[in-house]
């Protein structure tokens, strides 16, 4: 036992030349007033502050205890190549069913896509109950060309039914993502670019969110655009009409209005515009919600950063003439972030007495 000094050199030479096993066992930081039964419990039971100044057999105890590990570890290398093999195993099973289902995809598509228009209509009749006259929500024509080589009535109304039929409130969301995925896999778009699907396909979940079978929801970073379907039925929802409101006050007399100098309303194109994909994607609800959509719908084909009248004002007196009103193209094409409105001196305007 150490207390105050260590075995020396001399005495550990004539332990090994004896080859007496020999423990010493450290008890220096321990006070002389300690009691015995501490010095015992380190002494008898403790394996800290041990350590051998000679072991008989050294070197054979060290080759039985590296044939030990070196056995303990081949079972633990053994057993996780078990375990890796088995992985991998899982995982290629993984990868073989997502490739015939893909394959299944692109053989149901092929299919699909060599169906004849007709044959094509019966099965969609067929799977949302049509009878009689095509809906018109599931037919709405495109704001700039085909970009998908299908008639809006087969494209829209399969979109329809793979995702909105009878799905209403249900515990997922619909993502955009994935409706451009299976529009893009299950029709033909000749050499359009994927961008332009994308404004078209956009563009019609908008209208459906307008016709009140969608509502979207707000955009996060790491999800991107997705939808709820809120009415599954092949029926579109009644809109709730808004109910007319009082006039503020009376209607003022014609002889009690009389022209003032002042300021007069003015109307001028923005300088930059927003995204097409952002224009077509409001339009499509701004379309649906009026009874003069189409007309509306007319007059943004007709315009582009490069393709439009001097004048903003010039397009509400053509589509006057159509019976649209003036206030109705303006506020369509403000809420389309087109136009601008300014108020400029120097011109009479109406003013009660």
């Known amino acids: ?38 010095i015992t419990q380190r002494v008898v039971h403790d394996a800290s502050h041990k350590s051998w100044l000679f072991f008989p057999n050294q070197e054979e105890e060290r080759k039985r205890l590296r044939s030990k590990l070196a056995r303990r570890i081949r079972l633990i290398n053994s057993e996780q190549r078990t375990r890796d093999a088995a992985v991998r195993e899982r995982r290629a099973a993984e990868e073989r069913k997502l490739r015939e289902a893909f394959t299944r995809r692109q053989e149901a598509a092929r299919r699909y896509r060599e169906m004849s228009f007709e044959n094509k209509e019966l099965d969609l009749r067929k799977r949302l109950g049509i009878i009689g006259r095509w809906p018109y929500y599931l037919q709405k024509a495109s704001l700039d060309g085909n970009a998908i080589q299908e008639k809006p009535m087969i494209w829209q109304a399969a ?13 997922y ?3 955009y993502k994935l409706v451009l995925s ?16 994308s404004v078209e396909v956009k563009r019609y979940l908008a209208y459906l969110c307008a016709c ?22 092949l029926v579109p929802p009644k809109r709730v009409e808004e109910s007319k409101k009082p006039p503020l006050q009376a209607p003022v007399p014609a002889e009690m209005v009389k ?19 952002d224009i077509c994607e409001k339009a499509g609800e701004l379309i649906a919600a009026s009874s003069h959509g189409e007309l509306l719908e007319a007059l943004l084909h007709e315009l582009s950063p490069f393709r439009r009248p001097d004048e903003p004002l010039e397009c509400a007196a053509i589509m006057k003439i159509h019976g649209v009103s003036q206030a109705e193209v303006m506020s369509f094409l403000e809420s389309l972030g087109l136009v601008l409105k300014s108020s400029l001196p120097g011109r009479d305007r109406p003013t009660n007495r």
């Open 259 to 277: 022209p003032v100098r002042g300021q007069h309303e003015h109307w001028i194109w923005r300088a930059s515009w927003p995204m097409w994909n």
């Open 159 to 171: 979109l329809f039914a793979r995702f909105v039929f009878k799905k209403a409130n249900l515990s």
């Open 1 to 38: 036992m150490y207390f105050n000094h260590k075995v020396d050199a001399e005495k550990l030479r004539k332990i090994a030349r004896l080859e007496l096993p020999a423990i010493e066992v450290d008890l220096s930081d321990m006070d002389v007033s300690t009691g015995f039964d501490s």
């Open 173 to 175: 969301d619909l993502d």
């Open 182 to 197: 299976w529009v893009l896999e299950r029709f033909d778009t000749g050499s359009n670019s994927i961008d332009s699907v």
């Open 212 to 233: 009140g079978f969608l509502r979207k929801l707000p955009v996060y970073r790491h999800k991107g655009q997705c939808y709820v379907v809120v009415h599954g039925e």
